[in-house]
């Protein structure tokens, strides 16, 4: 198995730019996906796959990837967007799923 | 409308047993594999298990292996987990998710609203 690496904790103005990474060897291999968590909520997929959103996931979140590093992006951070996100990808033997640990993002 | 519903939790004892249920809805069930993910309180998201479309592949996380077996029947519309030998630490929200493909894309784009099971003495 593998783990993916998330910052625990990142906070934007709100209005602002930011990007939530999450660093791991099996994201060499493959995409990652990212998850949105509100509190006493089940898990939203926003990001899948290279860059694709679900719909009715808003144009301002957007993924990207770089070697072993996948990257969500909120541009213009908006007060709902304030959530504990998720990354995850399969691991190096393809048949298995990890999780990042996840990061709490603040809007302010 | 995709719908993932799950039961079955509840508190049980160390060394125990409980099964989860999963009702499926909304699309063709046995188009797309299924996973269980669980969340301790507090914790983050834990991959459990997955079982493919057909339900002849099956894999399980570390934690959990020997212990628990996923199974669904597609007649049914249903995923279950079968969840043995119980542990302190396999207190969690089990939520089952479904997956974008047949086999694991690992892309979870539906997902239930939980079952708590909690493991106490």
């Known amino acids: ?108 | 409308e995709v719908q993932l519903v799950e039961s079955g939790g509840g508190v049980v004892q160390p060394g125990g047993s409980l099964r989860l249920s999963c009702a499926a809805s909304g699309f063709t069930f046995d188009d797309y594999a299924m996973h269980w993910v669980r969340q301790a309180p507090g914790k983050g998201l834990e991959w459990v298990s997955l079982i493919s479309g057909d339900g002849g592949s099956t894999y399980y996380a570390d934690s959990v292996k020997g212990r628990f077996t996923i199974s669904r029947d597609n007649s049914k519309n249903s995923l279950y987990l079968q969840m043995n030998s119980l542990r302190t630490e396999d207190t969690a929200l089990y939520y089952c998710a479904k997956d974008r493909g047949t086999g694991t894309t690992g892309y979870f784009d539906y997902w239930g609203q939980g079952t708590l099971v909690t493991v106490s003495s």
């Open chain 1, 1 to 108: 198995s593998s783990e993916l690496t998330q910052d625990p904790a990142v906070s934007v103005a709100l209005g602002q730019t930011v990007r939530i990474t999450c660093q791991g060897d099996s994201l060499r291999n493959y995409y990652a996906s990212w998850y949105q968590q509100k509190p006493g909520q089940a898990p939203v997929l926003v990001i899948y796959g290279k860059n694709n959103r679900p719909l009715g996931i808003p144009d301002r979140f957007s993924g990207s990837s770089s070697g072993n590093t996948a990257s969500l992006t909120i541009t213009g951070a908006q007060a709902e967007d304030e959530a504990d996100y998720y990354c995850n990808s399969r691991d190096s033997s393809g048949n298995h799923v990890v999780f990042g640990g996840g990061t709490k993002l603040t809007v302010l």
